[in-house]
């Protein structure tokens, strides 16, 4: 199953579990009224601070969602912009020992472009890291291997061009795997309901049921939830960052063709 059916039908569920939470308020509030029961003093001020609450998780869920989105995208400019300067400085090395480092970038790039395509195969992006890291090791050691024919000064930009490479990966993979903990879902599913269930008691002094204004709160509280989770992940579902993949791109395309060893 997909991650956009998964979250789809996760969504629907929780929208049907809304209008039941309302029904529920509902049902309680007409047997209070039945049962001459008067409002207790206080409740509004009770019921406004669980509303408030709701609110006030959802704007911090919300901005933090949206904040980490825009940090994955700029660390992903900044991780293009590392290989391409290392890619750039590979031209200080001598040029027998060029075209094996750059047939290895270019397989680096590569595995890099293959994980975000797959980042939603649970089970094959782990192979794909894996594959990264071992690019990365060989880059190091062919690297180190050539160090004694370049100049010591070259060689030290050289490696902290290849540094920086690879630092960018790592700072991308943990923002990447950076989420907030289930607990503050769970707390914002269950203060939805409860809200839900609040509407109902108050929509219980109408004689009719309220269907619009049920129905709209459960799709307002539905809508939001979902984009709240799909931004926290925003390569599998449908807020994407595949516009930003494009550099990362753009610059394999620069890099070319695999030349022939030497």
């Known amino acids: 199953m997909s991650y956009s059916l998964l979250l789809g039908s996760v969504a629907a569920a929780f929208f049907v579990c ?26 509004g001020a009770i019921e406004a601070a669980v509303f408030a609450l709701l609110g006030l998780l959802i704007a911090f869920t919300f901005s933090g969602a949206a904040q980490r989105l825009v940090e994955r995208r700029n660390l992903i400019v900044q991780e293009v912009n590392a290989i391409g300067t290392a890619w750039l400085r590979i031209g200080l090395l001598d040029a027998p020992d060029q075209a094996r480092m750059r047939n290895l970038f270019r397989d680096y790039v590569d595995s890099r472009l ?37 100049d010591p000064e070259f060689m030290s930009s050289f490696v902290q061009a290849m540094n920086d490479m690879f630092d960018a990966l790592t700072t991308v993979t943990v923002a990447q795997n950076a989420h907030p903990p289930p607990a503050i879902y769970i707390l914002l599913g269950v203060l939805a309901l409860l809200c839900a269930c609040i509407v109902g008691l108050n929509l219980s002094s109408d004689g009719g049921r309220g269907w619009f204004h049920q129905a709209l709160y459960a799709l307002v509280m539905t809508a939001t939830l979902y984009v709240i989770v799909d931004l926290e992940f925003p390569r599998v579902g449908y807020i994407r960052l595949d516009q930003i993949d494009s550099l990362l791109e753009s610059q394999r395309a620069s890099m070319g063709a695999a030349e022939p060893a030497p």
């Open 18 to 43: 809304l209008l039941v939470a309302m029904q529920i308020g509902r049902r309680i509030g007409q047997h209070r009224r039945a049962g001459k029961h008067t409002a207790q003093a206080g409740a």
């Open 114 to 150: 293959d994980y975000f395509h797959n980042i939603g195969d649970l089970t094959g992006r782990d192979a794909i890291a894996a594959r990264s890291a071992t690019l990365q090791n060989d880059i190091w050691n062919t690297a180190m291997m050539k160090r004694k024919n370049i």
